[in-house]
């Protein structure tokens, strides 16, 4: 398969020093090589422009919104390198950098097929605006701004209105959601898979009732959001809101068997590593690495039509 790595080195999402710098680290952690390896053609188209703000400017365009005209600036040079991957034949591997990239992923993703489903594999929702935000960091806001859901800045990102339906949203893993997140995945019925549900069925069986949904309807793309912290707190101690009873690395990797063996996975984000905060053994580029490893080993195996693992 053909990549493009595009890198998003921003932190004004997350509103915490570090998260900016895992592009590099994941580039000087040679991930290019790695996904050659596993037999795949990558390019590195580089990063996005990231507009300076000083600290002192975070509420300057919005009172409850941090960086706001920053965050919509960038998603929209984001999208627009995701909407021209797409139109190459390539797929998108977008490395974060916070979680408010996934808005610009989406919208490019949006404007290049008739109809996608998301699949956000993450400890939080993601699905928090402007008035149910405790924090007004955006990076807990972008599934709903691409749901258009929250801030018109947001919500119009790239092009006006709605990037994905809630039918197609499915979000996988969340064990730290606000009481607003839950009204609003309620009330718009997205497909929302907490760990207490996974635990209660198990994630095998959640995994096949995302594979038969998303491979029953009809979207002709589908954009994968991971971020770190979905992974057990012990595992990321370099992510910026790691949250206790997450997947083992292991889990971790059978997510992406069934995911991205089953699923015709068509554009991607790796998000929220925080490599200043990273323990002395730097286990979270490790933990980080072991994924993208496998990531990649089953891209390879879905394009041979050899997955190993049946669901
Ligand atoms: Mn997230």
């Known amino acids: 398969m ?19 710098f895992g592009p590099e680290t994941f580039r000087k952690n040679n991930i290019a090589g790695l996904i050659e ?19 002192e400017e975070k509420f300057a365009s919005h009172k409850n919104l941090k960086y706001l005209n920053q965050i919509v600036e960038y998603s929209n040079n984001l999208a627009d390198a995701v909407y021209n991957s797409l139109n190459g034949s390539a797929v998108p591997f977008v490395l974060g950098g916070d979680h408010s990239l996934g808005m610009g ?8 097929f008739d109809e996608i489903a998301v699949i956000w594999i993450d400890a939080h929702g ?3 605006t402007e008035e149910t935000s405790p924090s007004g960091n955006i990076h807990g806001m972008p599934l709903a701004a691409s749901m258009n859901v929250g801030n018109p800045a947001l919500t119009n990102i790239y092009f006006k209105g709605q990037k994905v339906k809630p039918e197609n949203v499915y979000i996988i893993g969340a064990r730290d959601i606000d009481p607003g997140e839950y009204e609003l995945a309620d009330r718009v019925k997205l497909n929302l898979y907490t ?23 009809n979207v002709d793309g589908v954009h994968l959001s991971f971020d770190i912290d979905a992974l057990d707190k ?11 009873e997450g997947f083992s690395l292991k889990e971790g990797k059978d997510i992406f068997t069934g995911l991205i063996g089953h699923i015709h996975i ?42 190993e693992y049946a669901i």
Do not use: W
């Not at 390896?37 to 600290?55: C, M, N, Q, R, T």
């Not at 207490?196 to 198990?202: A, F, L």
């Not at 925080?274 to 089953?298: G, R, S």
């Open 266 to 307: 068509t554009s991607m984000d790796f998000v929220e590593l925080n490599p200043v905060i990273d323990d002395a053994d730097v286990k979270t580029v490790k933990n980080c690495f072991e994924l993208l490893k496998h990531i990649f080993y089953v891209f390879k195996q879905h394009e041979e039509g050899s997955v």
């Open 105 to 112: 992923s989406i919208a490019g993703a949006s404007r290049h």
């Open 37 to 55: 390896k596993e037999g795949h053609k990558v390019y590195d188209k580089g990063d996005i422009k990231i507009p300076f703000a000083s600290s």
């Open 126 to 128: 993601d699905i928090n």
């Open 234 to 244: 012990s595992l990321v101690p370099g992510t910026g809101t790691p949250v206790s």
């Open 195 to 217: 760990m207490k549900e996974v635990r209660e069925k198990g994630l095998e069986n959640v995994l096949k009732s995302v594979i038969y949904k998303i491979n029953n309807s």
């Open 2 to 20: 053909k990549f493009n790595l595009i890198g998003v080195p921003v932190n004004y999402g997350c509103d915490k020093e570090g998260a900016q």
